[in-house]
């Protein structure tokens, strides 16, 4: 194992562990430095790391020393833009959806479903993440998607479009994600009760449940993309893309103002 | 040996080496690690609680080379715990020998 993935997987580790963004992010910074300062001082890095043992023994063993971590706090939190969005560009790429939005919907006065244009943002913010080329198009996809379904379903009213979320799944499965095999199932049941019975009442919920799992988040309610798990439902179960991309913008924007300290 | 009472021990240690120096959690636990045989994420959640009770403090310093880097140094509290826990240490092992070289027999 090298540092990344330590690294990796004691953040999902303490994350479920429910460790504070404060104590994730100096537990994350301290063991960063400690395996830096190993391998300056002529360590083998895998030796190092593996002497360090599993991420799941190390949280216990903190959680058991320091009598548990903090729960988040209303203190945890501050107002600012988050360094990070600075540092890797997007708030300008953040920033250019969303002139590029208010200026086309100004102009031909068409806001839905103009809003598409923050889908098909988040999608290429979020393929920054990915590890590898597939990856990158699995994260992108999962806002292409609903972005080009909604496009789809606004010009052209054919009932069988339901079938085009099943773009997913396929991309997961690509790129070898079995995990998520459950989701996929319930997102197919979804796809045939919709064709054949006309009922599409969880396309939003197992197109966001598919969308949690892809990601690996623990706790969407905790989550920064809360507000596109909202917004999907609202569009996909209640037809409200207009006004539900409001609570996106809302959402997604008070994310990336009030950031947690130490993020 | 016992890893409650290793761990009470470590709390010592830890506050003892910071005595000589401002250390970084590597150097902490290149002092400690091999000649007390405590794991490095013991070491370091003792750090972390000893932190939490204000025994010791962090700092950042700035290096000619890198990125700056987190040190620890002893707090005064943390002065004044030491030499009480190293007197009760120093009663508890007394105690003990005394014990031990009793003839119960």
Same mark, same amino acid.
């Given at each position: 194992?090298?540092?990344?993935?330590?690294?990796?997987?004691?953040?999902?580790?303490?994350?479920?562990?429910?460790?504070?963004?404060?104590?994730?992010?100096?537990?994350?910074?301290?063991?960063?430095?400690?395996?830096?300062?190993?391998?300056?001082?002529?360590?083998?890095?895998?030796?190092?790391?593996?002497?360090?043992?599993?991420? #799941?023994?190390?949280?216990?063993?903190?959680?058991?020393?320091?009598?548990?971590?903090?729960?988040?706090?209303? &203190?945890?939190?501050?107002?600012?833009?988050?360094? &990070?969005?600075?540092?890797?560009?997007?708030?300008?790429?953040?920033?250019?959806?969303?002139?590029?939005?208010?200026?086309?919907?100004?102009?031909?006065?068409?806001?839905?479903?103009?809003?598409?244009?923050?889908l098909?943002?988040?999608?290429?913010?979020?393929?920054?993440?990915?590890?590898?080329?597939?990856?990158?198009?699995q994260? &992108?996809a999962l806002f292409f998607t609903p972005a080009t379904y909604v496009l789809l379903d606004h010009?052209f009213d054919n009932p069988y479009l339901g079938l085009f979320s099943m773009v997913l799944p396929v991309i997961s499965i690509l790129n070898?994600n079995y995990k998520q095999i459950l989701t996929v199932a319930l997102l197919g049941l979804t796809v045939i009760l919709g064709l054949n019975f006309g009922v599409w009442v969880f396309i939003g919920l197992s197109t966001v449940l598919f969308i949690i799992q892809t990601l690996?988040i623990? #706790?969407p309610?905790?989550?920064?993309n809360?507000?596109i798990f909202v917004f999907l439902i609202l569009g996909m179960n209640f037809s409200m893309w207009?006004?539900g991309?409001?609570?996106?913008?809302?959402?997604?924007? &008070?994310?990336?103002?009030?950031?947690?300290?130490?993020? | 040996?016992?890893?409650?009472?290793?761990?009470?021990?470590?709390?010592?240690?830890?506050?003892?080496?910071?005595?000589?120096?401002?250390?970084?959690?590597?150097?902490?636990? $290149?002092?400690?690690?091999?000649?007390?045989?405590?794991?490095?994420?013991?070491? *370091?959640?003792?750090?972390? !609680?000893?932190?939490?009770?204000?025994?010791?403090? /962090?700092?950042?310093?700035?290096?000619?080379?890198?990125? /700056? !880097?987190? *040190?620890?140094?002893?707090?005064?509290? $943390?002065?004044?715990?030491?030499?009480? !826990?190293?007197?009760?240490?120093?009663?508890?092992?007394?105690?003990?020998?005394?014990?031990?070289?009793?003839?119960?027999?």
């Amino acid at each position: 194992m090298n540092k990344d993935m330590f690294l990796d997987s004691l953040r999902n580790e303490l994350f479920r562990a429910r460790a504070s963004m404060v104590e994730l992010g100096e537990i994350l910074n301290d063991y960063n430095q400690l395996i830096d300062e190993a391998i300056e001082g002529g360590m083998d890095e895998g030796k190092f790391i593996s002497g360090l043992g599993n991420p #799941n023994e190390l949280v216990l063993e903190i959680k058991t020393n320091i009598g548990g971590f903090q729960k988040n706090r209303a &203190s945890d939190f501050t107002l600012g833009i988050k360094p &990070s969005a600075l540092k890797d560009g997007k708030l300008f790429l953040d920033f250019i959806f969303i002139i590029a939005f208010i200026m086309i919907g100004l102009i031909t006065n068409d806001w839905h479903p103009t809003w598409v244009i923050l889908l098909f943002g988040l999608g290429v913010l979020f393929s920054k993440g990915g590890k590898n080329v597939l990856e990158k198009i699995q994260f &992108s996809a999962l806002f292409f998607t609903p972005a080009t379904y909604v496009l789809l379903d606004h010009y052209f009213d054919n009932p069988y479009l339901g079938l085009f979320s099943m773009v997913l799944p396929v991309i997961s499965i690509l790129n070898k994600n079995y995990k998520q095999i459950l989701t996929v199932a319930l997102l197919g049941l979804t796809v045939i009760l919709g064709l054949n019975f006309g009922v599409w009442v969880f396309i939003g919920l197992s197109t966001v449940l598919f969308i949690i799992q892809t990601l690996n988040i623990d #706790n969407p309610i905790d989550h920064d993309n809360f507000g596109i798990f909202v917004f999907l439902i609202l569009g996909m179960n209640f037809s409200m893309w207009h006004p539900g991309w409001i609570v996106l913008v809302i959402y997604t924007s &008070s994310k990336l103002v009030i950031r947690k300290k130490g993020k | 040996m016992d890893s409650q009472f290793k761990k009470g021990a470590l709390e010592i240690c830890i506050l003892k080496v910071l005595t000589k120096k401002s250390m970084s959690t590597f150097e902490i636990m $290149g002092e400690l690690h091999e000649k007390l045989e405590i794991t490095e994420n013991t070491i *370091y959640s003792i750090l972390r !609680r000893l932190q939490k009770d204000g025994l010791i403090k /962090p700092f950042t310093k700035k290096l000619p080379m890198g990125a /700056p !880097r987190k *040190y620890f140094e002893l707090s005064e509290l $943390g002065e004044i715990t030491l030499k009480e !826990r190293y007197q009760q240490w120093n009663n508890f092992i007394k105690h003990v020998e005394e014990v031990m070289e009793e003839d119960y027999e």
